[in-house]
C-alpha cells in the first residue's frame, strides 16, 4: 500500500492548489479526482466555461448594438451557437491541461476514482472499472465541493428544467428562459442568452438581485440588466411549482401578497446557489462531523474535529468561491508546515461577471449600518471618466466606504467595465489599511478606469473629486 504524507479529496481550486503548496513545501502528496479531468466545478463546468460563453456573447452583443457607433459596417452577424459552445470546449480542454502539467510538475500523484475513508489514516479509492486501491495518508485535506442546489418540489429533468451545468451545453438559443433565482450564477447565464436574443425572466424570493452585496450594485445592476438585455424581474416571488410538458415549462410562484403568478418559457434554469458536497465520503468511518447544512465542521485552522483531517472550500462555512478555496488551500498547506499563514474573510471579493461586471470587498452599508458604525461614502461614476467615453461603457460608479474617524476604507462596491479586475486594488487598500486620502494620492495612469477609485476615494476622504 502507497503511504503519503498527505492526500486531498478533489482537484478543484482548492484542491489542486493545496496539492501543489504541499508539494512545493516538501511532502509526498496525492491528488484524488472523481472524474477523468481535473479542475473540479470551476474549471469544467463553472467560472471558466461561463466566462468563454460571457466573452463570446459579449463580442456578438457589441457587434449587432455598438459597432456602428464606432464606424464599423458589419452586415449579416449571425450567431452559431454550436460554435461558440465548442470554443468554451476547448477552453476547458487547454485549461485542464495546464492543471494536469502542473500535477507532473510538482510530482504530485494523481488518481483517478471515488475517494472514501477507510478510517481516518486509510482512503479508498473506486475506479471507473469497478476496481478498487488503496493508499494510507498521515494528513487528508476534503476539498470536495459543491454541486448546484434546488428546491423542494422541483424535478430537474436536465432537459428543460436545467441546472447550470446543462446551461453551459444548449444547442439552441431559448426562447424564454426563465431563471429561479437573483443570484450570480443565474445572472450571468442569463446575460449569455439574453444577449443572443432570448426573453429571461427572473424569479427571485428576496427584494433585490445579488441580495448579499451592497443593495446599491443590486439596484443599479437590475436597473442596466432590464434597460440592456431587457430582463423582467419578479422580486419577492416565492416559487410554489416548475413543470414541464413537450418543450413548454411552467413555473409558478406568489408574490409577498399571496398573490399568484404563471409564467411558460421554453427552459427553466435552477439557480438558487449550491449546496456542500460530501456524498459517499465515508465521513463516518473517519469520525468527522458535520453540521446540520451537512457543512464539514472545522476549527480556525481548518481541522475538522479529526486532528489529521482538514477540509476547505466549499464543503466548510463561506462563501462558495474559488479564489476563497484557493486561499485555503494554501493555508492548511503552509499550516500543516507549521507556519502562521492568515486570511482575512471579510477581504475575499466578490465578482458578478454580467456586464457591466459587479465587484465587492469589504462591509456594505447595510453591514456599517447595522454595527452602529459611523462612516464616509465617496462615490464617483462611470460617465463622468474619460476612458469609459472612449469604450462607450459609462455606466455604473465606484463606491468606497471610510471609516468616519480614521478615514480607513472599510468597503469597496463597484458596478462597471473591468471592476472584476479593479476590485484587487480594493483588496490591497484594506490588506494594507489604507486610508481613503492615501488612495487619492496615489497616481493612477491616465486615462483608465481605475481613475474611478482614485476619485471615489477623494470625495470620500474630502468631499472634493476633481472630474465631477
Known amino acids: 500500500m502507497e503511504k503519503f504524507d498527505v492526500t486531498v479529496i478533489g482537484s478543484g481550486p482548492g484542491g489542486y492548489v493545496a496539492a501543489i503548496r504541499c508539494a512545493q513545501l516538501g511532502m509526498k502528496t496525492a491528488l484524488i479526482e472523481k472524474y477523468p479531468s481535473l479542475g473540479g466545478t470551476c474549471l469544467n463546468v463553472g467560472c471558466i466555461p461561463s466566462k468563454a460563453l460571457l466573452d463570446s456573447t459579449e463580442h456578438y452583443h457589441k457587434a449587432v448594438h455598438q459597432f456602428a457607433d464606432h464606424g464599423i459596417e458589419v452586415k449579416g452577424v449571425k450567431v452559431d451557437l454550436p460554435k461558440m459552445i465548442e470554443r468554451k470546449r476547448g477552453v476547458v480542454k487547454a485549461t485542464v491541461a495546464g492543471i494536469d502539467y502542473l500535477m507532473k510538475k510538482n510530482k504530485i500523484t494523481v488518481f483517478t476514482g471515488h475517494g472514501s475513508f477507510v478510517n481516518k489514516n486509510m482512503i479508498e479509492i473506486l475506479k471507473a472499472d469497478g476496481s478498487k486501491e488503496q493508499i494510507e495518508s498521515a494528513k487528508t485535506i476534503i476539498a470536495t465541493g459543491s454541486k448546484p442546489a434546488s428546491l423542494p418540489g422541483i424535478e430537474i429533468d436536465k432537459k428543460r428544467i436545467i441546472t447550470s451545468t446543462e446551461a453551459l451545453e444548449l444547442q439552441e438559443i431559448p426562447k424564454h428562459m426563465i431563471i429561479i433565482g437573483g443570484g450570480v450564477i443565474g445572472l450571468e447565464l442569463g446575460s449569455v442568452y439574453a444577449r443572443l436574443g432570448a426573453k429571461v425572466s427572473v424569479v427571485e424570493f428576496m427584494d433585490s438581485i445579488i441580495a448579499t ?127 502562521k499563514p492568515h486570511i482575512n474573510y471579510n477581504l475575499i471579493p466578490g465578482v458578478v461577471y454580467t456586464w457591466p461586471e459587479v465587484a465587492s470587498v469589504g462591509f456594505t452599508e447595510e453591514q456599517l449600518k447595522e454595527q452602529g458604525k459611523k462612516y464616509k461614502v465617496g462615490s464617483f461614476p462611470f460617465k463622468a471618466s474619460g476612458r469609459a467615453r472612449a469604450s462607450m461603457d459609462t455606466d455604473g460608479f465606484v463606491k468606497v466606504l471610510a471609516d468616519e474617524a480614521t478615514d480607513e476604507i472599510l468597503g469597496v462596491h463597484m458596478i462597471g467595465p473591468r471592476c472584476a479586475d479593479m476590485i484587487a486594488e480594493g483588496v490591497v487598500a484594506m490588506e494594507y489599511r489604507a486610508s481613503a486620502e492615501d488612495i487619492a494620492r496615489m497616481s493612477h495612469a491616465h486615462p483608465t478606469f481605475t481613475e474611478n477609485m482614485k476619485e471615489a476615494c477623494l470625495d470620500a476622504t474630502a468631499k472634493r473629486p476633481i472630474h465631477l
Do not use: P, W
Request: proline share 0%; net charge neutral; hydrophobic share 35%.
Open 213 to 339: 452585496m451592497d443593495r446599491g450594485l443590486g439596484k443599479e445592476l437590475q436597473r442596466l440588466l432590464k434597460k440592456d438585455l431587457g430582463f423582467e424581474f419578479y422580486l419577492k416571488h416565492k416559487v410554489t411549482g416548475v413543470s414541464a410538458k413537450g418543450k413548454e415549462v411552467t413555473v409558478s410562484a406568489d408574490n409577498d401578497k399571496g398573490e399568484k403568478i404563471e409564467l411558460k418559457g421554453d427552459y427553466c434554469l435552477v439557480a438558487v446557489g449550491r449546496k456542500t458536497y460530501t456524498e459517499n465520503l465515508g465521513l463516518d468511518k473517519a469520525g468527522v462531523k458535520v453540521d446540520n447544512r451537512g457543512r464539514i465542521e472545522t476549527d480556525e485552522h481548518l481541522k475538522t474535529n479529526v486532528d489529521n483531517i482538514y477540509a476547505i472550500g466549499d464543503v466548510i462555512k463561506g462563501a462558495m468561491l474559488a479564489h476563497k478555496a484557493e486561499e485555503e488551500g494554501v493555508f492548511v498547506a503552509e499550516t500543516m508546515a507549521g507556519q
